[in-house]
């Protein structure tokens, strides 16, 4: 998951697309109880700007399986996130940083997956927990 962008730049390949699968680690999903199912699904597309910084259009897709936070009856979400972002040779501290040479993509998909997470995970829409009699 890295983008070659020396390479791309001399190539003269300064946008294009990527596509790959990746297992995160399991303390990713931040739902008690519940895990990131297989592998996430990471698409997107790449633009080197002339000041070698690159402007990255990354989705992510994952499904998240574990028990329902109310009710702990089996559940499942997909999810499907979207981010642009960019990263430049320069820490500017509002951007991701990379050495000029290629970017690695791992953090950014790490970040990816937390903030698009739901903090619970629902059984069913509205589901009311376990009932008390
Ligand atoms: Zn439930």
């Known amino acids: 998951m890295k983008i070659e962008v ?9 946008s294009g697309s990527f596509k790959f699968d990746y297992s995160p ?15 996430v699904k990471v698409s997107g ?13 990354l989705t992510i897709e994952y ?27 320069d820490d500017d501290d509002e951007n991701y940083i990379y050495d000029g040479i290629k970017i690695d993509l791992t953090t950014a998909v790490n970040d990816a997956i937390l903030i698009s997470q739901p903090s619970v995970l629902l059984c069913e829409a509205g589901c009311k927990g376990i009932a008390i009699t």
């Open 63 to 89: 499904d998240i399986s574990g028990k329902c936070s109310y009710c702990l009856k089996e559940a499942e979400k997909s999810v499907v996130f979207t981010s642009e972002i960019l990263f430049v040779t």
């Open 25 to 39: 680690s399991e303390k990713m999903c931040v739902i008690p109880l519940c895990e990131v199912k297989d592998s």
């Open 45 to 57: 597309s790449y633009e080197i700007y002339k000041d070698d910084s690159v402007g990255v259009i």
């Open 6 to 14: 020396k390479k791309l730049n001399a190539l003269g390949k300064y």
